[in-house]
């Protein structure tokens, strides 16, 4: 049989597409010929798997190898191919049956010494295999229960080389049949029961996880900005089946799923540190793209802390994923998109010095503090509704014997808020007070006139802009929401103005 075919999977973005893989061996001087586009990683699999069938007792065919990659115009990148074009090769020399190999994908990066390592992006790419019609996909040992998410295939795990090949000649050997991945209940995050007072911060993340609004919080160190922002994501709603498995997709492409327990539940959270770098936070590297932290935050929260303190770049390159809910990465040989519809904290201290006691000891002149705030641009933070400014916290509320409400508690308003919500916009196609367009806040939600005479007010004296009025009403319907009004009112608009930092026109 010189002739050999298997299957494999490429991914772009999240979305994987199936490779078949070619494998001719012919008479003549012994050579290795890759054609179809393949990168530098998949070249190098020449070597890798040389090694791996030599360390399996299996010999490098003596042959003229031709392996062609196909569909052509695919590029294909990154080691996960391995497993495809060794067993090719196998099957065209005649070792393992090609019979064997019918409606099955292999998936696999080959370790030198014949073991099977685990990939990136095993998740997207069993579910291609499945809606490609493929019976049965064969995956590293160790993302098995990360390919048992898809329902519908047959999954086998093998953890090396010579196992896979005594499986497909039927022989006796260790391989690991896919059973249905156990949902474990996640570990409990930090929870709004330990934050001692700030009623308005607390009741900011209430507002902010109801209505899906950005948050900007303003404070002097210690008073419980980054506590808060932690708490963020623990008030959000589970998500449902379908972002569930679309959020457990892109954290498989970013390689960081637990093995044992693979399946995001929870809204993520990520904390880049202003000191990482741009790749790291929007999406990029070499072979597959890896996705950033916006993309591992899509559904959940993104919190940039001392959010001064990142590079200009960083936060210019927030801009576009915040309009559009994702992120294009442009490489070589095409791009790469990314879900990343994340919801955004921000935290500043007002001034560089990051004075504890916030105004009297500060030693910043107006123009430092100016320009510290100045450095989150305009454009970005037009995008956040909620401007809120912290104060520090009392003595006498840290030392008291108050007992806080817990995240819990919380998260039931915020689910019945949300629930409101997504009834009222159903017919905008929308779900989040956050989304609503200006347009649409002026036109169909339209408040009566008498109720906006307070807007209208600080809309004439200054204190207001155009923009800081659609952000309040925004917020306004939140509020509404969370109290189970049909629409907002006066004190809704009032509360909602209140939100905004203090001596801040927008
Ligand atoms: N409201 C609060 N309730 C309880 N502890 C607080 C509160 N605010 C601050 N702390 C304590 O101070 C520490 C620093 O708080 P942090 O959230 O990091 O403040 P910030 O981010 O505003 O500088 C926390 O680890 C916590 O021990
Ligand atoms: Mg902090
Ligand atoms: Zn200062």
Known sequence: MPLARTSSVGLVGLQGHLVEIEADLSKGIPNFTMIGLPDTSVR????????????????????????NLSPATLPKRGSGFDLALAVALLAAAGVVPASALGDTALLGELGLDGSVRPLRGVLPSVLAAQRAGLHRVIVPADNLAEACLVPKVDVVGVASLADLVGYL??????????AVAEERPPLPGPDLRDIVGQAQGRRALEVAAAGGHHLYLQGPPGAGKTMLAER???????????????????????????????????????????T???????????GIARPGAISRAHRGVLFLDEAPEFASGVLDALRQPLESGQVTLHRSGGQARYPAAFQLVLAANPCPCASPGGDQSCVCTSLTRRRYLGRLSGPLLDRVDLHVTLLPVTRQALLGDGVAEASVDVAQRVLAARAAAAERLAVDGLRRNADIPGPALRRRWRLARSTMTGV????????????????????????????????PGRSELDEAMGMRLRGYAA
């Open 169 to 178: 000649r039927g022989e006796q050997c260790r391989v690991f049949i896919g």
């Open 456 to 487: 209208e007010a600080a809309l004439d004296r200054g204190l207001l802009s155009a923009r800081g009025v659609d952000r309040v009403l925004r917020v306004a319907w939140t509020l509404a929401d969370l109290t189970g009004a049909a629409s």
């Open 232 to 274: 963020l994501s623990g008030i959000l709603p589970r998500l449902d089946d379908d972002e569930a498995l679309e959020v457990t997709a892109i954290h498989s492409v970013a390689g960081v799923l637990p093995p044992d327990s693979p399946f995001v539940r929870r809204p993520p959270y990520e904390s880049p540190h202003h």
């Open 44 to 67: 190098e699999a020449r070597d890798r798997i040389r090694a791996a069938l030599v360390n399996s007792e299996q010999s490098w065919p003596r042959r003229r190898i031709t392996i």
């Open 276 to 286: 990482s770098s741009t790749a790291s936070i929007v999406g990029g590297g070499s």
